[in-house]
């Protein structure tokens, strides 16, 4: 059996989660599957990163049609999304399509920064089409979580693609959507040295650290967080907030971008930056995470009780419960009923500026309650390992056959869908899709 892993994200020294969850699975299909050739796909030059597995092998892809190539040369091809190209080798390959964020929901939000008004109407239509014909080429579809997987099935019977007969051969529909989360390593931390705490300038080593552990992005809501900062900062010059990265390594923000820019802008007006809140320029490189998870006393991200924080899966908070940093969020999303109810950490709602000063200063001084966090943040992040959440995709390359409607109805209806994309996109001349 040999199984193409085709990463539409930078894998590299520097990886966003999209390129980590390439990465991640190809390794783990690798360990439960030692007898399969896998091949780890990538855009661009590969860069220096070791092979995830001993039975995986990385290749670099410059373009849509040369990923085609290779998708028609491998049993079964897992990716993300699927170029209007690979129409042509349904049937040829089995097509697993890793549906692991709510793509159209996130790509509303961003078009409020990338998109002229006039067109975003247009833009996102040609994202719909472009979902669309992702599901009709998927033989298996596989996401975070139950609550994504309802949107996805709904959307899949609005298509038709859940007719009688594929109904009848699987009324579970288990066998054509499963569940697999973002996982965690199952290694402990292992941090190389000092990142923070008495090496960057203004954090001393006595400090108490603040992780945001990722970028910024059109969801999260940092103006409350660095309100609340600005109250806690006279009373608690030792708490100090660090955002690991501020450039994405697939340029799907930067620090001139919307909401970092007014982020880094609020923290200069409140006299913060620097002071008490810290900006990483960059991006943490990958093999580097652990000496700054090592270093946070706690962990904060906010955002709204938005649509998209109901489908959400959010990544970042994976890596903090491998890690048992506590955590304080915004309600909403389906890890943070998690962090509620374990409890795993604190959560409050949206624009709640009392309530995050509140939260920082117990996840900070309640020792109690932060070593009850951590315990259950240690059985949870256990729980997330890549071997065990990979099961359902190992079970899918071993049945080698897909209950879905048979390739050839699905063709002509994939190359329509994929063909409106394309000529929407072409007519509001969009930008190149956030993936």
């Known amino acids: 059996m040999n199984l193409l892993v085709l990463s539409r994200a930078a894998v590299g020294p520097q990886m966003a989660s999209p390129g980590v969850r390439a990465y991640q699975l190809a390794g783990a299909l690798g360990r439960a599957l030692p007898g399969a050739e ?33 998708a028609a040369n491998h049993d079964v091809t897992v990716s993300r999304n699927f170029p209007p190209q690979f129409a042509r080798v349904m049937g040829k390959t089995l097509l697993a399509l890793d549906a692991f964020t709510p793509l159209f929901i996130e790509w509303m939000e961003l078009s409020r920064r990338d998109i002229l008004p006039q067109w975003r109407r247009t833009w996102m239509a040609s994202n719909r089409w472009y979902l669309n014909m ?18 996805w099935v709904g959307m899949m019977m609005a298509l038709d693609l859940v007719p009688p007969t594929v109904y009848a051969r699987d009324p579970s529909l288990r066998r ?34 603040l992780l945001w552990n990722g ?40 620090p001139n971008a919307g909401v970092t820019r007014r982020a880094v802008e609020l923290a200069e007006a409140l006299g913060l ?9 960059g991006w943490v490189p990958y093999a580097e995470i652990d000496g700054y998870l090592a270093e946070a006393d706690a962990s904060v991200c906010l955002g709204y009780e938005n649509l998209e924080a109901r489908f959400a899966f959010r990544t970042r908070y994976v890596d903090l419960f491998r890690a048992r940093v506590p955590l304080l969020c915004t309600r909403g999303d389906v890890l943070a009923e998690r962090v509620e109810r374990e409890p795993l950490g604190i959560t409050v709602g949206e624009r709640d500026v009392d309530g995050v000063v509140a939260g920082i200063e117990r996840l900070l001084d309640d ?46 209806r994939a190359l329509v869908r994929g063909g409106m994309y394309v000529a929407l996109k072409k007519a509001c001349k969009s930008p190149p899709l956030h993936l």
């Open 367 to 412: 020792a109690p309650f932060r070593a009850r966090c951590r315990e259950n943040l240690a059985r949870v992040g256990a729980e997330l390992s890549w071997d065990a959440a990979v099961q359902p995709l190992v079970a899918f390359c071993l049945r080698r056959e897909s209950v879905a409607l048979p390739a050839r109805q699905r063709q002509l």
């Open 38 to 70: 896998i091949t780890l796909a990538v855009p661009g030059d590969r860069g220096e990163v070791a092979p995830p597995a001993r039975n995986v092998g990385i290749r670099s892809y410059a373009t849509n049609a040369e990923a085609t190539l290779l």
């Open 215 to 254: 970028g910024i992005t059109e969801w999260n809501d940092t103006d409350t967080l660095l309100r609340a900062m600005a109250e806690l900062a006279p009373r608690r010059p030792e708490v100090k907030l660090v955002f690991m990265g501020i450039n994405h390594p697939d340029f799907a923000f930067g």
């Open 134 to 151: 992702q599901l009709t080429m998927a033989d298996f579809i596989f996401c975070a979580d139950d609550r994504q997987r309802d949107l």
């Open 176 to 209: 054509y959507i499963d569940v697999v989360p973002y996982g965690v390593p199952q290694q402990p931390l292992r941090p190389k040295g000092p990142v923070l705490k008495g090496v960057v300038p203004g954090i001393a080593p006595t400090d108490r650290v």
């Open 273 to 281: 930056k620097d002071r008490s809140v810290f900006f990483r320029e």
